[in-house]
């Protein structure tokens, strides 16, 4: 094993594919940290560049790609509270407010660190137990699928502080705004209102760069005359990545954890780090000794989403390289890579072409640590984007957003879907509704929904096939559980809330 291990290192630090690596690095996080960009676009675009060359080579390119474009995303998240992929929606939680309150490097910092920690771990995953977890993976059917979608709908909750109606209304409404088009099994036309476009739904990313980056763009251009919008974050010169030993050491446990998360909920086909980097952040919440610190701008919520959404990358590759089946859309088009340059993915393709897996192996450990070392390098210059005035800085990033949407499709449409998410989510903001739980909502209803048909049509009509099968049953059950505690949690907070006021009118009085 390490003699192939040391063979796949030789290859990819020659020279050729070393600067293809560090191009491919680069690109990746430009392409990540662009709203409207993304890993499958930087991917897609760069493809055909690989035809001529090896297969080292190209299959190289695209995994620099892959790492540079799922870390990329933190940048705008934490500098701009506008999350540059969907894997790093729950980086902007408590990213951007260290932002506001001085401390945009020192999240930088940490973000870059964890996202490293994540990648590595994830390989380590990919080359020992890769096999034996893909098995376990692929086991789970439309039951499984479906009961872990509702277990995960009800930690809404967990997101909905301050008011649980409003995570739940936003929660309900991401989910209903998921059913627009044609449905997933009887393909019977839903809210479209004769419109083809909406034939296919939202795609995720008009609705994400809507409801985040348009509606941070109309927020700010609303208090543009202020006085408090003409005053600049303050930007700390820091050292190193801006954090003590002491703060990493403490971290420690939370990105084991949110590694874990990341790399089994990578594995699972559909799902992806979109997801993971918000179940992460919760569980962080959930485990924490200081649980209301979370969106005030701690790093224990930078540290979960970054590490679970990384561990992603050695998360999918497993079914992919073992059994050759793409966890998503990234790792369709590589599927597709391998195949052109004549690598059948599946069980067999560790017995007859061992050196090329190795060599995957290590292009995946040179393109964490590029990533680390361009991410630092370039640190100080990313948060000097903060000097950038607001009402230049904006219109650009506008004009960004509307290009990134244009691009999914080449459609028209998709620009007016991301000023009309773009509103309502203005209107969140204006009403105090969290926007999170709506993202839950509308990326876990098209799963839900699928997994629940089919489940019904696996077990003609019965619904006591999700309670009988033992893993869903085991997650229904969980669900319900978290239900029933948020409720009694709820409660005994109105309660001592009551309490507390009546003392405090008694010793008014």
Not at 72 to 100: N, Q, R, V, Y
Not at 370 to 386: G, H, K, T
């Amino acid at each position: 094993m390490f003699d192939l291990l040391i063979q796949g290192f030789a290859a990819v630090l020659s020279l050729q594919i070393f600067m293809l690596m560090v191009a491919g690095v680069a690109v990746g996080i430009v392409f990540g940290a662009v709203p409207g960009l993304t890993a499958v676009m930087a991917i897609a675009l760069c493809l055909p560049m690989t035809y001529g060359l090896g297969p080292a080579a190209g299959i190289s390119l695209l995994i620099a790609l892959f790492v540079g474009a799922t870390s990329g995303g933190l940048i705008s998240a934490i500098l701009l509270k506008i999350p540059g992929t969907p894997s790093s929606i729950a980086t902007t939680f408590d990213g951007a407010p260290m932002m506001e309150k001085g401390e945009g490097a020192k999240a930088l910092g940490v973000g870059i660190v964890f996202s490293f920690l994540g990648t590595i771990a994830s390989i380590a995953a990919l080359a020992f137990i890769a096999p034996s977890l893909a098995k376990v993976a692929l086991s789970f059917g439309p039951h499984e699928y479906f009961a872990i979608a509702v277990f995960s709908l009800t930690l809404i909750a967990t997101l909905s502080s301050g008011s649980m109606a409003k995570g739940i209304f936003a929660g309900v409404l991401g989910f209903a705004v998921s059913t627009v088009g044609i449905a997933p099994v009887d393909a019977t036309t839903r809210f479209t209102f004769g419109q083809v476009e909406l034939n296919a739904g939202f795609s995720i990313l008009t609705v994400l760069v809507g409801m985040f980056a348009v509606a941070e763009i109309i927020k700010v251009a609303e208090t543009s005359r202020s006085q408090a919008a003409g005053v600049a974050p303050v930007i700390v010169k820091i050292k190193g990545f801006g954090f003590s030993m002491a703060e990493f050491l403490g971290q420690i446990p939370n990105a084991i954890r949110s590694a874990l998360i990341g790399i089994s909920i990578g594995i699972l086909p559909g799902i992806g780090a979109g997801t993971s980097n918000i179940i992460a952040y919760i569980a962080a919440k959930k485990r924490s000794k200081t649980p209301e610190q979370f969106g005030k701008g701690t790093i224990e919520g930078v540290v979960a989403s970054e590490t679970a959404n990384n561990a992603g990358i050695g998360g999918a590759m497993i079914p992919l390289l073992t059994l050759g089946i793409p966890g998503d859309a990234v790792t369709a088009i590589m599927l597709g890579g391998l195949m052109i340059h004549g690598i059948q993915p599946g069980p067999m393709l560790f017995l007859t072409q061992a050196p090329l897996v190795y060599t995957i192996f290590a292009a995946l450990i040179v393109s964490a640590f590029l990533m680390l070392v361009l991410e630092f390098w370039c640190l100080r210059i990313f948060i000097r984007l903060l000097a950038i005035p607001k009402h230049i800085l904006l219109p650009v990033i506008l004009v960004l957003c509307a290009v990134g949407a244009f691009g999914l499709a080449s459609r028209v449409f998709d620009i007016w879907t991301i000023l009309a998410f773009g509103i309502l989510g203005f209107g969140f903001v204006k009403a105090g509704i969290p926007t999170a739980p709506f993202i839950i909502g509308f990326i876990l209803g098209p799963m839900a929904e699928t997994s629940f048909r089919r489940g019904l049509q696996l077990s003609r009509g019965d619904y006591t096939g999700f309670l009988t099968n033992p893993i869903s049953g085991t997650f229904l059950g969980l669900a319900v559980v978290s239900i029933l505690w948020q409720t009694y949690s709820e409660i005994r907070a109105s309660q001592r809330k009551a309490a507390a006021g009546l003392l405090k009118l008694g010793d008014e009085t």
